[in-house]
T-cell receptor
């Protein structure tokens, strides 16, 4: 069974540009989460999808971040315009509806210069 | 979510048992104890979780005290590949989700 995949593994962009991160959850997992770790800080929750619906987006830092999960399969996280403080590692995780373990992807390292 | 307290770092000799403590004195009756770890440059990895009974799987054992105010993750025979940051997370799963709140964790260094 394939695990959670994320693309790209690393992205370097300039301040003010736009970047879109993609996450492909484990097949059949209705729950999809985004987290991030910015430099020197702890891993923080961003938002949670159940299928295509946003269940909780309380962790989204501001309106420069937009997450979508069309069709309830893969998800994208767009940052527009990117700022220096957005640099960090963005993780995606998925879980089945009725189990509690979350399976994480390898992360996307975002560097904003 | 209940707050957890973990030592920032620990060392363990290869082949020996690694015992990682976690204090969660304010845990509520419906909150589970989860353990995840993050090996350098990888995404967090689920290890084990429990409510009140001790649990064991192929990776580790979880010992929860009777009052549930603390727990210990045991890696029975630590290897160099177990070097990672270990996170103890206490959370009451909601019907539709289960977001995780990561603290600082314990950095376990397994030494030859």
């Amino acid at each position: 069974e394939a695990g959670v995949t994320q693309f790209p593994s690393h992205s370097v962009i300039e301040k003010g540009q736009t970047v879109t991160l993609r996450c492909d959850p484990i097949s059949g997992h209705d729950n999809l989460y985004w987290y991030r770790r910015v430099m020197g800080k702890e891993i923080k929750f961003l938002l949670h999808f159940v299928k295509e619906s946003k269940q909780d987006e309380s962790g989204m830092p501001n309106n420069r971040f937009l997450a979508e999960r069309t069709g309830g399969t893969y998800s994208t996280l767009k940052v527009q315009p990117a700022e220096l403080e957005d640099s960090g590692v963005y993780f995606c995780a998925s879980s089945q509806r009725h189990t509690y373990e979350q399976y994480f992807g390898p992360g996307t390292r975002l560097t904003v210069t | 979510d209940a707050k957890t307290t973990q030592p920032p770092s620990m060392d363990c000799a290869e082949g020996r048992a690694a015992n990682l403590p976690c204090n969660h004195s304010t845990i509520s009756g419906n909150e589970y104890v989860y353990w995840y770890r993050q090996i350098h440059s990888q995404g967090p990895q689920y290890i084990i979780h429990g409510l009140k009974n001790n649990e064991t799987n192929e990776m580790a054992s979880l010992i929860i005290t009777e009052d549930r105010k603390s727990s210990t993750l045991i890696l029975p025979h630590a290897t160099l590949r177990d070097t990672a940051v270990y996170y103890c997370i206490v959370r009451a799963p909601t019907p539709t989700g289960n977001m995780l709140t990561f603290g600082g964790g314990t950095r376990l260094m397994v030494k030859p």
